[in-house]
């Protein structure tokens, strides 16, 4: 007997095993072809048996055959717009990329983005007509004539055929094609074409550069919109981050970032709130020095596995490395004081700065620096403490998430590699352990036979944000390989020495990646709790300025980030400005509200709450700030 999980969390019981193929028809009435099945997040074929409980996912429509048939089909029609458009233009070379394509042309100007309108609407006018579209065979020498004058397509047939080669037909319109393709227009789908960029023939730098334009197709108008969300600059954190004023990057700061005042009080806010949750859960902080001698990085493994990617010092005649990731540091904290078996778990937590080099190329923002801070923390435990130091660390990890309002968190269990340390006795152990404490939280997961680093296994969670973007940020890892490394150990009930098993693990990794991902997915309305200023008093004029102070000074006094704008402007302005940088709540004073002590609230969000007593102001406020 066996149990079949779907991701609506309907559990289906087998007695016997079932090929797939007979589940899909039986359950769903469907035929395989229009569909993908991923069993425990792996696609698989029409004859995959099912034998073992499992997570089964069914996408439908959009299988990869369709996608890709549809992608070609979209490809074409693009290259055929072009043509039409710009009869002189030459045609590279196109290819299909999961819901996207592209194609590379060469053209006499600079294409825009005026112009990719119009070709959109040229590719509509194509569809309408509802043109014959045929595929046929033709042999190399025939094929060559017919692009005589096509220094690329020729290129591309001494290059890639020997033979035989596919044409795809469209009214006039000729182009090379990889395979015969099912090409429909009776299924109804969406297309964008989204960008325009430079790209070498053939991918080599020596060549001409072309003019790339590429695209998005799907079947749903719903993936379609995402996707253009997703790409608009709106949700570039770099972009939000001057519109802000939160940050900014010079050339010659070598990926590190400069804060400004309201970017440091988020950056802080969030530590404070991850501060706190840690000394709830017993973490003990501890701070670890930033240049360490290579010697402790020798002996952990990690010079020999990551010295492409650390930054090293000579200095008196020895080496020292910027440190990289904290846990040789904790278990030298561990090690400093002789401990039993009854001290542990002991868990250390630090906010401690990381180095790690990145090629400038690589670098992306906040989003990835070479200068970093996590949330680091490490729990020095007993085999048997596994499982419940897990179940602790995943309950703390989902409060953190929901305050951050991230709700749809997908998890992953990666198991024993073929190339690994430890017994297996060991494996069993700590992977069941990482088992029982997913099953006993009654949470879904995936499987990933093989995934797991050669000192243990792990648990990953990763977020999905508005606009279906996926981000792992959280881990919880076994290590029985770092604490041999470095000869760490603890005095048993017996009164032997032995190692103690080591869970790294952090909720968000790095906070400036962290931030990267809350500031493109909320644009900037950051939670009240978050927000550098939470509250701002604007005055109608002047004679309201001695007023508006005093309502400055009270809400100070209540630890609230509080500003004003005094400045001589029209109030619609002053609303505008301030509702622009998303302050939560706009406090407005004019003459009705000096005479009577009152102030106007209004949100960010353009409600109007009227005008109240600012400790009836206060009281909300304190509500909403606390749930």
């Known amino acids: 007997m066996f149990f079949v999980i779907l991701p609506n969390k309907k559990v289906i019981k087998f007695i016997n095993f079932i090929m797939m193929v007979d589940f899909v028809k039986f359950f769903y009435f469907r035929s395989f072809e229009t569909l993908i099945i991923k069993v425990n997040n792996c696609i698989v074929e029409s004859n995959f048996l099912l034998i073992e409980s499992c997570f089964v996912n069914l996408f439908f429509n959009e299988n990869k055959k369709q996608l890709f048939v549809l992608g070609s089909m979209c490809k074409y029609l693009m290259a055929n717009a072009v043509k039409i458009l710009f ?24 294409l825009s983005s005026k112009i990719l309108e119009k070709l959109e609407k040229q590719i509509y006018f194509l569809l309408e007509k509802r ?24 290129n ?43 790209a070498y023939w053939m991918g080599n730098s020596s060549n001409i550069m072309l003019q790339r334009i590429e695209g998005f197709v799907s079947f749903k108008y719903e993936q379609l919109n995402d996707y253009i969300l997703s790409l608009n600059d709106v949700r570039d954190h770099r972009l939000l981050g001057k519109k802000y004023d939160l940050f900014h990057f010079q050339n010659d700061t070598c990926g590190m970032i400069f804060w400004h005042k309201d970017g440091w009080i988020i950056y802080q806010e969030i530590i404070k709130y991850l501060r706190n949750i840690f000394f709830f859960n017993n973490y003990l902080e501890v701070n670890t020095p930033q240049l360490i001698n290579k010697n402790l990085w020798k002996m ?41 078996y009854k001290d542990l778990p002991i868990k250390y937590c630090e906010f401690g700065s990381c180095y790690r080099k990145e090629f400038s190329g690589a670098l992306h923002g906040i989003m990835r620096v070479k200068n970093f801070i996590q949330d680091d923390g490490h729990i020095f435990c007993t085999e048997n403490q596994i499982q419940r130091e897990v179940i602790l660390f995943i309950k703390s990890l989902f409060v953190v998430y929901k305050k951050f309002l991230f709700k749809n968190i997908l998890i992953k269990l990666a198991t024993r590699p073929e190339k690994r340390v430890g017994e297996d006795f060991i494996w069993d152990k700590a992977e069941k352990s990482l088992v029982l404490a997913l099953n006993k939280l009654n949470l879904n997961y995936f499987i990933c036979k093989g995934e797991g680093a050669f000192y243990g ?75 550098p200023i939470q509250i701002i008093v604007l005055n109608i004029t002047a004679n309201e300025i001695s007023y508006s102070k005093k309502i400055c000074d009270f809400l100070k006094k209540e630890n609230i980030r509080v500003s004003f704008d005094f400045k001589n402007d029209k109030i619609s302005l002053k609303i505008r400005n301030a509702s622009i940088r998303r302050i939560p709540y706009l406090l407005i004073v004019g003459k ?36």
């Open 300 to 340: 952990s493994g990690h010079l020999d596995k990551f010295s492409e990617n650390m930054y090293s010092l000579f200095s008196d005649n020895d080496f020292f490395i910027l440190k990289p990731m904290n846990c040789p540091a904790h278990v030298q904290i561990f090690k400093n004081s002789i401990k039993s």
């Open 87 to 110: 009869p002189f233009s030459v045609l590279g070379f196109g290819n299909v990329v999961g819901n996207g394509f592209y194609y590379d042309f060469e053209l006499d100007f600079k």
């Open 131 to 154: 043109f014959l579209i045929t595929i046929f065979l033709s042999s190399a020498e025939k094929v060559k004539k017919i692009f005589f004058n096509n220094e690329y397509k020729i």
């Open 457 to 531: 296994p792990k648990i990953e969670f990763t977020l999905k944000d508005n606009i279906g973007r996926l981000w792992q940020c959280g881990t919880i890892q076994v290590d029985f390989f770092i604490p041999k490394r470095l000869n760490s150990y603890y005095i048993n009930r017996y009164g032997f020495k032995q190692f103690p098993i080591i869970l790294h693990r952090a909720i968000i990794g790095s906070i400036e990646r962290f931030m990267g991902i809350l500031l493109e997915d909320n644009f900037g309305n950051f939670s009240l709790w978050l927000c």
């Open 156 to 198: 591309l047939i001494n290059k890639t055929y020997e033979s035989n080669i596919y044409i795809y037909k469209c009214g006039s319109f000729l182009d090379i094609c990889n395979n015969i393709y099912k090409i429909f227009f009776k299924n109804a789908f969406f297309l964008k074409l989204i960008k325009v960029s430079g």
């Open 592 to 627: 009705n509200e000096v005479t009577n002590e009152l102030v106007s609230v209004r949100t960010r969000d353009s409600n109007d709450l009227g005008a109240m007593k600012i400790d009836i102001f206060l009281n909300m406020f304190n509500l909403c700030l606390f749930n």
